[in-house]
Every structure is written in structure tokens, then in C-alpha cells.
């Protein structure tokens, strides 16, 4: 069993930045972020895998978002810049011992996970 913790959400204005953090009661995994909005299902935002070489991002993320992970710290941390409206959700944390995909199925340990509201 893996257990996830999530922070580092809140409000922001657009444009803005913030840092989300996730740790983990055991490490190497892959580990990624979602999010979800009300009455939608939940988004792939970004993947890294157990070491760190390789990251995986969504479209929507990719060159605004930059995830990296600490294993000392048994530590990823997601850093949102130009924070859009449309980026304002529920933030997942999720983990697997596999590769760092996209899909919500290939993850089997998730967070509670964090509020990131984005106003105008």
C-alpha cells in the first residue's frame, strides 16, 4: 500500500504560478498528476517515471507545467506557470510500479487530492 499526500493548492490570479507537492509513504513509482473539474472525468496532466528521465505531458500542459520528483524526499512536485482559467480543479496525485502513461487505469494508488482555482 502507497499513501499519497497532496499540497500546495489554492487560488491564484491568471497568470500566476503555483507548486503542487505530492509524497509518498514508499518510493520508486511512477507518479502523475490528474485533475477534475464537476461533472467531468478526470484529466491526464502530467507522468514522470520512477527515476526521473522520463516525463510524459498533456497538451494542454506542456510548456507551462514542469513536473520533477526528489526520491530522497520520496517527493514529486508539479509547477503550474501562466495559470489559465480552464486549469482551475481538483488536482490528483496518483502513483503505479509501471510506466509513467496517461491513462487513469494504469494507476492504482491516488490522493485525496487539492483544490487549484484560477480567477480572472
Known amino acids: 500500500q502507497v499513501r499519497l499526500v497532496e499540497s500546495g493548492g489554492g487560488l491564484v490570479q491568471a497568470g500566476g504560478s503555483l507548486r503542487l507537492s505530492c509524497t509518498a509513504s514508499?518510493?520508486?513509482?511512477?507518479m502523475a498528476w490528474f485533475r477534475q473539474t464537476p461533472g467531468r472525468d478526470r484529466e491526464f496532466v502530467a507522468a514522470i517515471s520512477g527515476s526521473g528521465s522520463t516525463t510524459n505531458y498533456a497538451d494542454s500542459a506542456k510548456g507551462r507545467f514542469t513536473l520533477s520528483r526528489d526520491n530522497t524526499k520520496n517527493s514529486v512536485y508539479l509547477q503550474m506557470n501562466n495559470l489559465k482559467l480552464e486549469d482551475t480543479a481538483v488536482y490528483f496525485c496518483a502513483a503505479n510500479m509501471g510506466l509513467p502513461g496517461q491513462l487513469e487505469s494504469q494507476y492504482i494508488y491516488w490522493g485525496q487530492g487539492t483544490q487549484v482555482t484560477v480567477s480572472s
Open positions: 514508499r518510493l520508486p513509482y511512477a
